[in-house]
């Protein structure tokens, strides 16, 4: 799991990890055409694949990563991305 992460049980996992991946999407810590695969976030947040797969829709919906059949999910550049949830 990631480092110092602890999931809160009040908010579905899948939701507390598409905002931790926006948070490091609009950081800049994950640049555009970065690529976000589902199995390193079931690695690093201990999940499963359709609770990473459930954080990807998210994000996809948010526009921050766009996904290529066959070839995996990225992050989208900025002029992309919708207004940060909150």
Do not use: C
Not at 16 to 43: F, M, S, T
Not at 66 to 81: I, K, L, Q
């Amino acid at each position: 799991m990631a480092d110092g992460w602890q999931f809160d049980h009040t908010i579905p996992k899948s939701v507390q990890i598409a905002a931790e991946i926006e948070r490091r999407i609009r950081a800049g810590e994950n640049p555009p055409k970065h690529p976000i695969y589902e199995v390193r976030l079931v690695q690093e947040f201990g999940v499963a694949r359709e609770t990473a797969r459930k954080a990807t829709v998210i994000l996809r919906e948010r526009g921050l990563i766009f996904t290529v059949r066959g070839m995996g999910s990225f992050v989208a550049e900025p002029s992309e991305w919708a207004e940060p949830a909150g």
